[in-house]
C-alpha cells in the first residue's frame, strides 16, 4: 500500500482486487469516514432488502449488513419477513421449533413483540424470527383493516429500542413486501451481477413508486448493491456497467464478491463478520455499512 492510498481505497482493492482510484463499479472512490457512535437514536432507521428475485443476496446483507453496523455499536434489529425463514437460519435459530413468531405479530394482538424477539450471537443484533406460518398471512391479511400496515404497527412497538432496522423480504411483490415497503425509511436492492438481473427492476421501481404514492410518501431508494461479482468476468464488469448507467449515484460503492465464503457461514449459523472477520467479503459488508451510514446521516 502506497503512502497515498487512503483507507477506504485499501479496503476496496482487498475487497475486489480493484485498482487504486477507480472502484469496481467503474467510478472513484469516496473517501469515506470511519462511522461514530450513534447519536442516541430515539426512533431507528428502517431499511428493507428487496428485490422480488430470490436468490440475489437480500438474506446474506441484511446478516452482513446488520452484523457489520451492529459492530459500529447500533443496536440492530433483523425482521426475518419470509416464510422460509432463512434469515432465522443463518443466525442459528431453529424456525421450526417456533411456538411464536412475526406472524403470531401480525395478525393476533395477544403477544408482545418483545417475548418474540430472540438475541443473536453478535452484540448488539437481534432477531425478530418467521417460519412458514407467515406464508398464510399473506392470505389472512388480506380481510384485515389496514392490511398495509401491519408490520409498520408491530415494528413501531420496539423503533425506540433500536438504531436501525432491517427487514429481510420474501422474493415476491406481494402483500408481505408491500407491509414491508410501508413500514422502511429506505429500500436497499441487492442485485446480482448476472445478465437479466436488470429485468426485474422496472417492476420492482413501479411497485416502490406505487407505495410512495399511496401508502408511504417518505419511502426513499438507499442503494443498489451489485452482489454475486466475479471480477475475473467480462460479464460481471459489464452488468455493473449497466446497472450504473441506468441509477448512477444510487448504485452502491461496496459490490459483494461472489464466494463461498457465504454460504458457509450459512451453515455456521453467524455473519461473516464473526465467522471469518478479516476476509474480503467481511470487509466489503464493513464498508457497506460505512457508506449507509454515510447516506443516512443521524442513523
Ligand atoms: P435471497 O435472500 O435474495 O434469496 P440469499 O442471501 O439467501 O438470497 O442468497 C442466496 C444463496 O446465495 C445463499 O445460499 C447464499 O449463501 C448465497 N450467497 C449470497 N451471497 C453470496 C455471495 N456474495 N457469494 C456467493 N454466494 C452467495
Ligand atoms: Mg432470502
Known sequence: MSDTTTETEAL?????????????TGRPLPDLPEPQPPQGVTRALIIAMCNQKGGVGKTTTAINLGAALAETGRRVLLVDFDPQGSLSVGLGVNPHTLDTSIYNLLLTRDHDVHDIIVSSVVEGLDILPANIDLSAAEV?????????????????????DYDIILIDCAPSLGLLTVNALTAADRVLMPLECEFFALRGLALLNDTIGKVQDRLNPELE????????????TLHSREVLERVVQAFGDKVFHTVIRRTIKFPETTVAGEPITTYAST???????????REVLHRCPGA
Open 221 to 232: 431508494i438507499v442503494g443498489i448493491l451489485g452482489t454475486m461479482y466475479d471480477a475475473r
Open 12 to 24: 476496496f482493492e482487498v475487497a475486489v482486487d480493484a485498482g487504486p482510484v477507480l472502484g469496481p
Open 279 to 289: 476476509s474480503p467479503g467481511a470487509l466489503a459488508y464493513r464498508m457497506l455499512a
Open 140 to 160: 389472512q391479511l388480506v380481510s384485515e383493516v389496514a392490511r398495509e400496515q401491519t408490520l409498520k404497527r408491530v415494528l413501531t412497538q420496539v423503533r425506540g
